[in-house]
């Protein structure tokens, strides 16, 4: 019989004293921030590739927008040790995740690692299963503070279990580590994972596709076939516990209308905000959406109330999202490919949120400034208020976007 490890030992111990373990707290009040290698590079990873994008993260200024995780994903994965402790693959992360780490630390962000429930990931490496503990400890070990956890080669494994197996490991392991779990919403993880995980993903794979069917069934969901997944789980989402509607694809072959629209309604859903495209090649259109921090700030709102879809006339939806201090976030989204005039008479719009912060507009009441938020002219922003219908054009696949704040005079 093989003797236990010094790491093993220690996670022997500790499992009967965190048997009713909690995920670490305090990791997502507001919705997480970064960047991700699949969307763009797919298998094709490395640490020069990890690297680069840190570099350019700092260069771009999307760390100071908020972007601070940098996150691996598949393909990282070597064979485990003699002890069955996973290691990083000797041919492209040579000098191993740790140094990796504190390179990425060194930049002021966190680095994020991927894995799987399964016996293997996705591209077919070195899954968790059976090894959750060994696996927490090495991140830990490595200086991990994000963990992706995905649910392929997972037959006759309990959803439920596998992933509160792994944040109690991930607890065990003394380290803070964000715990994003990709199980692609087929098991309802919003009705039971609120104590399990930071974020729970609630479709299949987003592709970079505005509208149209699924290139396959589950997989290569456009960004408006998630919407509307996504959109009816609000009451499920709130700080801690984020419902995930997939990366972001902006900047990966949209147009630049579709990109802002993607954005937008990612921030009106309170979603985690995971860029995953070139960022050493990115054009000025996708700054401009990316940094936009007005827009962030919709997204990162301490209250943490996903936005809600009040109602749709042909191909225009209205969304809001109640916001901290009694404003609100308006978004128009046309789904259409065609421009749509509209005239806002604020007084038809007043609303109760029933469903999660039982807040009203009170048009009737309130007299709010309006703030067009992808104006960036200051003085053309600012449109108005509430007293006046507002009249806007939508371009096609795109969104009008605006902040409400109540006029105090």
């Known amino acids: 019989m093989r003797k236990l490890t010094g790491a093993l030992l220690m996670a022997a111990m500790l499992v009967p004293a965190w048997s009713a373990a909690q995920k670490w707290e305090g990791l997502a009040d507001t919705p997480q921030m970064g960047w991700n290698s699949w969307n763009k590079f797919g298998q094709n990873i490395s640490e020069k590739l990890i690297r680069e994008q840190a ?3 700092v260069a771009e200024g999307l760390v100071d927008a908020g972007y601070i995780y940098l996150n691996m994903d598949d393909c990282w ?21 740790e140094a990796l780490a504190d390179y990425v630390h060194s930049k002021g962000m966190k680095l994020g690692i991927y894995s799987d429930a399964g016996r293997k990931t996705c591209a077919g490496r070195t899954g968790s299963f059976g090894h959750e503990y060994q696996d927490a400890l090495q991140y830990a070990r490595w200086g991990i503070d994000y963990l992706k956890y995905d649910w392929c080669s997972s037959e006759n494994i309990n959803p439920r279990g596998a992933y509160t197996l792994m944040r109690d490991a991930l607890r065990a392991a003394g380290r803070p580590i964000l715990f994003s779990m990709c199980e692609w919403g087929t098991n309802k993880p919003w009705e039971w994972a609120e104590n399990v995980g930071h974020s729970w993903r609630t479709t299949g794979d987003i592709t970079a596709r505005f509208a149209g069917n699924p290139r396959q069934r589950g997989w290569g969901q456009t960004v408006l076939s998630i919407i509307d997944q996504n959109a009816p789980l609000r009451k499920y989402a709130g700080p801690g516990h984020w419902n995930d509607p997939d990366m972001l694809e902006v900047g990966n072959g949209m147009s630049v209308n579709e990109d802002r629209a993607h954005f937008s309604m990612w921030c009106m859903m309170a979603a985690p905000l995971i860029l995953g495209n070139d960022l050493s090649k990115m054009t000025d259109e996708t700054r401009a959406i990316i940094l936009n921090k007005k827009v962030i700030a919709i997204d990162q709102d301490k209250l943490g109330v996903q936005g809600l879809r009040f109602k749709t006339e042909n191909e225009i939806e209205y969304w ?3 916001l901290e201090g009694g404003d609100w976030a308006f978004c128009l989204l046309n789904r259409g490919t065609e421009p749509v005039e509209c005239n806002i008479n604020w007084q038809d719009l007043n609303l109760t949120d029933d469903e999660v912060s039982h807040l009203s507009t009170s048009f009737d009441a309130i007299t709010y400034n309006i703030e067009n938020l992808w104006e960036f002219n200051a003085k053309k922003a600012k449109v108005g208020t509430t007293k006046k219908a507002l009249k806007v054009t939508v371009p096609g696949h795109d969104v009008a976007m605006y902040r409400l704040t109540p006029n105090k005079k």
């Open 77 to 97: 994965h070597g064979e485990r040790d003699a002890d069955g402790f996973v290691q990083p693959d000797p041919k492209t992360f040579p000098s191993g995740i």
């Open 320 to 322: 809001f999202k109640p």
């Open 55 to 57: 570099d350019a993260m």
